[in-house]
């Protein structure tokens, strides 16, 4: 009876530990639920804003930069040639483009008199590929607002007009927009369904427009920017080196004290960012780790709390029993639950929410092998060009 006791005792903390951990951990997901159901009454969505007036319609300019993009670009020029704006001017930047990008732009001009391209021979010193060039493209825009966007993503005629009405009744600075993202193949919704609760959880999208909040996005697809604010924000030149440069646009528009914002565009913008799960893994190997900031402790724990938080939960329903095993299953529906409903919003099927674990490893996968790549390489190979790591880390902001 004595041996059963002291043995008892000794198992104690143990379990004690295990009911706080747990509970945290439905705690998380708890607070999470609650933050995604606020977002979803509280961010604007493009469709239920009319298009602005013509005589409402600022001037735009829509930027993009181009390197190699002879794939994907028609079909996004094509949308592009289609918007329904009447005072717009579209500058596309070829950024020392190989294949018949070049061609294809020229031919666009010719047939769009709205559009005009600027040649990047070479890039200068001090710069990554695409903030150089998308800084080239706003030098030779004229537009009272910036929309910056990407070389494949695709617009409905109204959407520019929709989205300069919101950013007008939110008096906005800088507007983002969640965009549509097209997956096919359950390997490829598996990751980007994850990515996409995970880049949620992240960035706090309804606090992005509450000044007193540090929240801050950025959208590569779409970034709609008053010129004004975007000069003295610093423009790209504050931005040469970051390879997270849609994301820290958001950031130094935000810091400059201009109001910034986030809305819901669905199906008015849509975009296949990474065609196929190969493509997805090697699409983010630079993205990865400049998201921890090329340092190995930020890591380490960004990898101890996906565990933790994302399959833990999972692993310890073979191991656990009472209360204990009760919190960990309490906790591991609840993270299938955000994930259905992530999976919901980004038009993919709720069941992809059984899914989660997995997702999260191969998160965890991708965040490694990002690790893993640049340390050997040195830096990162973007588009063709490498870039040391330590010009990454200065420029980061």
């Known amino acids: 009876m004595l041996g059963y006791r002291v043995a008892h005792l000794k198992h104690q903390p143990m379990h004690y530990l295990g009911l706080t951990v747990f509970s945290l951990i439905v705690l998380f997901w708890f607070g999470q639920c609650v933050n995604a159901a606020l977002s979803s009454w509280e961010l604007p969505r493009l469709k239920n804003f009319k298009s602005a007036a013509y005589v409402d319609c600022a001037s735009i300019s829509i930027l993009f930069a181009a390197r190699d993009e002879a794939d994907k670009l028609p079909l996004a020029l094509e949308t592009i040639r289609k918007i329904d704006y009447p005072r717009l001017e579209i500058v596309a930047a070829n950024d020392r483009s190989s294949d018949g990008t070049a061609q294809i732009l020229k031919d666009a001009a010719k047939v769009d008199p709205r559009l005009s391209v600027v040649n990047i021979e070479a890039l200068p010193a001090g710069w990554l590929g695409k903030?150089?060039?998308?800084?080239?493209?706003?030098?030779?825009?004229?537009?009272?607002?910036?929309?910056?966007?990407?070389?494949?993503?695709?617009?409905?005629?109204?959407?520019?007009?929709?989205?300069?009405?919101?950013?007008?009744?939110?008096?906005?600075?800088?507007?983002?927009?969640l965009c549509e993202l097209e997956m096919r193949g359950f390997w490829e919704k598996t990751a980007l369904t994850f990515f996409g609760l995970s880049f949620n959880m992240a960035t706090n999208p309804r606090a992005v427009s509450n000044p007193a909040s540090s929240a801050y996005m950025g959208?590569?697809?779409?970034?709609?920017?008053?010129?004004?604010?975007?000069?003295?924000?610093g423009t790209h030149q504050r931005l040469a080196m970051e390879v997270l440069d849609d994301m820290k646009l958001g950031k130094i528009v935000k810091l400059a004290g201009f109001r910034s914002g986030v809305g819901v565009a669905q199906d008015h913008i849509a975009v296949r960012w990474h065609a196929g799960f190969g493509n997805v893994v090697r699409g983010v190997t630079k993205n990865f780790f400049a998201v921890a900031e090329y340092r190995l402790w930020m890591v380490a724990i960004q990898l101890t709390g996906l565990f933790v938080v994302n399959i833990l939960p999972f692993v310890a329903l073979f191991f656990l029993r009472g209360w204990t095993w009760w919190l960990a299953l309490l906790g591991a529906l609840m993270a299938m639950a955000y994930h259905a409903a992530a999976a919901s919003v980004m038009k993919v099927s709720p069941l992809y929410g059984l899914t989660h674990p997995l997702g999260a490893m191969i998160f965890g996968y991708m965040l490694v092998r990002s690790t893993a790549v640049t340390l050997k390489q040195g830096g990162i190979i973007w588009r063709d060009t490498f870039y040391p790591l330590d010009q990454l880390r200065r420029g980061i902001v």
């Open 131 to 177: 903030p150089h060039a998308l800084q080239r493209a706003f030098e030779a825009s004229k537009g009272d607002w910036l929309l910056f966007t990407d070389a494949d993503v695709r617009f409905k005629p109204d959407a520019i007009r929709r989205a300069i009405t919101l950013a007008n009744e939110k008096q906005l600075d800088h507007l983002t927009l």
């Open 219 to 233: 959208i590569g697809a779409f970034q709609l920017v008053n010129r004004d604010a975007y000069e003295k924000s």
